[in-house]
């Protein structure tokens, strides 16, 4: 598979481990995987670790290579997400390098009860997936490494426990997967029948009547809340509770999970409900809203053995943590999981929200608050920038917190931080499609937080693909599908093979923890918002360009394909896709030769093509959307490898510490003598014009102009996602008479929040036409002075454009909306509409009720339907 859509957002990063995780992030997607066989191994050194196996039982892997102990490590997770020990060391060491690699997928699970008297090592089974193809490479380096391999064909096949995963077979009395996932779905809607009571918020705080539908979400999120219930798949059975999809049993009642994902459409009013949440809790709570949780809360559960249940196990188990240094991941497990005497403290109790969000979506919260609250009634603090308080008394002062994610992920590593050392009242991820890269660091700061009550609000929970669930599900402490290993095999890889039990599955789980509404359903009576679709017919000189350049690429594209290398030349289709999308707009944007953007299969030292060089840092400074490899972003201190591939400084150097030097996309040998700097970027003059207006520019023209004359006052907004664009259309525009103001991703937050609050005045003199960024514009920010959009390009990703529009479409907008996509007819930008479509089918089939049995991602064959080449 080939993922076409990089990761849009501004504040991401995320480890090259998830490359080989996420099917949309990867070349090689774990949905194509296939059982090989398994192997049994031992999980060796539980003498030093807390978590326990207490029954059969499926277990996470997770690899470790930073330990210092071992490179190969392969470190062993129960269903709460502890570690229980590792693989022993002949088995990872066979393994480690096909996981490193990204050649297989281990799932690993426990045939039986572990004996008692097992003090050093529990009997396990690992079974090992991989792509067809590999499978010959597979086999020979476990049969070179000294492990049996039992495979179909293998008498000991008939011993894998894999079955007790999917279908339970050969045991009647238990339920199958998918039976479990039917009852849950049942006993969880007889519980939803009472959630939905509409709750008017209290008026000593809350100063505006909210919508029906609003009252009906607040009404949902107090008793998401205010429930003590079992989380779904926990029943109790004679005083133990058991988790039914892995047996795990333990004495200590599980915590309820106290939210969830607020998933209501955009411009529904989101923020003022959550308010309304946070005043209904402040005033109903008592003492002003003081945590009132047990004490079982209030150091973290660790110790998870079902023996362990007094004090004094409990505070042997923190001490047998303390003594095990085997491993570097302890420090974190210690900082994350464990509050020990020595560490920081943890405040007990606080009645502070933490609202965490982009800095442009600050305004939103502050004006939300002052629009619709009783002066004083809820204080605000904002936790950023350089003078932020580092006292937590002082945080525990306000009843508001605002930070951002580039925040916490910069204070991650700091062990002071007050934000992590708060205990929160309730943890609010705005915009929280931000944290769908699990494994990025800003995921990673953000889950760690201490607070019971979670929740996760975005209008677009599903962007790419299913996994960008996972990580609002591992947010939420959703046990077992927090853990990685158990969301692949019990959702992921059938929901990407086009096995619809796998949609089934997410649909029930999604199910039980979202609340969804969408404003088609009529619930604000918002004016209406029609889409239309422009088609403009290319001019005969850009036409004979584009059709050259396509050709060239299929040809380019066919020869990858023909050798099998698609993955090896990645950046360089990405390139050619590119450039084929910029002719389709403007040929300004993009030199006319595509063999200059083609990159030799043998390794070039870019230092030494001065003319590769200048042509990648053209790619880069002419596209919003080429994003870093490895942290799936927008590149920042640039560097070019000698195999002509383009990463970020601090990505590429931590890859290379922390694994084996190769370029992670090409594999060639790479050290930091091979990186080179990319010379600074030049800025494009503001008001240069292209020479000639392309086919796409006129048409906008002649449709601004049209509006114009039928209401001089109308204002407009046209997205694209080339900001170099957006400067070439400021020229044309001010000499057919537009006042036009510009919002790009190079602006600050405080310039951005100028441009709206100057779009949004209403005096006749005031700007009519914002020349806007698709991704700087896209969440966060009110536009309701404009109500005509224009795309000037398709997105990759629908949810982005969807974003873009409801910032003009949503409450306060008091006239008909009018959205207008320009798509340049026979070219890659119609290939890239049938693409939207299946992403609007997974979001759909992932948080409805129906959906079609194939959600299979971007693959190879829609790449050549991209170019028009034959699949």
Known sequence: ????????????????????????????????????????????????????????????????????????????????????????RAVAKTLAPLLDTHVILVEGIVPKTPNKNARFKIPCQLHIFSALHSFPQV??????????????????????????????????????????????????????????VKLDPPREVIVTELFEHQKEGLGWLVHRESSEDLPPFWEEKDGLFVNVLTNYQTSVRPEPIKGGIFADDMGLGKTLTLLSLIAHDKVCSGNGGRVDDNASEEKGEMVDDPSSSNKSNSKRGRKAKRGATTTANNARNKKQKVVDDDDVSVCSESKTTLVVCTPSVFSVWVSQLCDHTHTGSLTMY???????????????????VLTSYITLSKEDDQVYSPIKKMKWRRIILDEGHLIKNADAKQSRAVTALIGKRRWVVTGTPVQNSSCDLFSLVAFLKFDPFSNKSYWNRLIQRPLAQGDHKGLQRLQVLMSTVTLRRMKDQNLIGLPSKSVQTCYVELM?????????????????????????????????????????????????????DIKSLIFADSVQDV????????????????????????????????????????????CITKTLKRTKENCPMCRHPLSMSDLYSAPPPTETTPGVSSPKLSSKVSVLLKLLSESKEKNGAVKSVVFSQFRKMLLLLEEPLKSAGFNTLRLDGTMSAKKRAQVIEAFSDSKSDSPTVLLASLKASGTGINLTAASVVYLLEPWWNPATEEQAMDRVHRIGQKRDVKIVRVIAKDTIE???????????????????????????????QDLCRLISLPA
């Open 382 to 400: 904002m936790y950023y920038g350089g003078e932020r308080t580092k006292d937590v008394d002082e945080l525990k002062k306000y009843d508001l």
């Open 607 to 650: 230092s030494n093509n001065p003319k590769l060089l200048e042509k990648m840092m053209s790619l880069l400074q002419d596209a919003e959307d080429f994003d870093c490899p490895i942290c799936i972003s927008p590149p920042t201190d640039v560097v070019i490898t000698c195999c002509a591939h383009i990463f970020c400084r601090s």
């Open 540 to 592: 005969q000189e850009e036409r004979d360009l584009y059709e050259r350049m396509e050709e060239e690429a299929k040809q380019v594209v066919k020869n990858y394909i023909n050798r099998g290398n698609i993955t090896h030349n990645y950046s360089t289709i990405l390139s050619i896709i590119l450039r084929l999308r910029q002719i389709s707009t403007d040929v300004a944007l993009c030199p006319h």
């Open 830 to 860: 119609e290939r890239v509409l049938e693409l939207q479509e299946k992403k609007r089918e997974l979001a759909r089939g992932a948080l409805g009720r129906k959906g079609s049995k194939d959600k299979r991602e971007v693959n190879v």
């Open 1 to 88: 598979m080939l993922s076409l859509n990089l990761n849009d957002d501004e504040e991401e990063e995320i480890t090259l481990n998830q490359l080989s995780q996420d099917p949309q992030l990867s070349l090689s997607s774990s949905g194509e995987t296939y059982l090989v066989g398994f192997i049994f191994a031992n999980i060796v050194g539980i003498q030093y670790y807390t978590g326990r196996i207490s029954g059969r039982e499926m277990v996470g892997l997770v690899r470790e290579p930073l330990n210092p102990y071992d490179e190969n490590a392969i470190k062993v997770l129960n269903t709460r997400g502890n570690q229980v020990g590792h693989i022993e």
């Open 139 to 196: 086999r020979s380096a476990i049969l070179g490494g000294g492990l049996e391999l039992m495979t179909q064909e293998s008498a000991a096949f008939a011993l894998s426990d894999a079955a007790v995963v999917r279908d339970m077979k050969n045991a009647k009395c238990i339920k199958t997967v998918d039976e479990i996932f039917r009852l849950v779905d049942e006993n969880e809607g007889r519980k939803g029948e009472g959630s939905s």
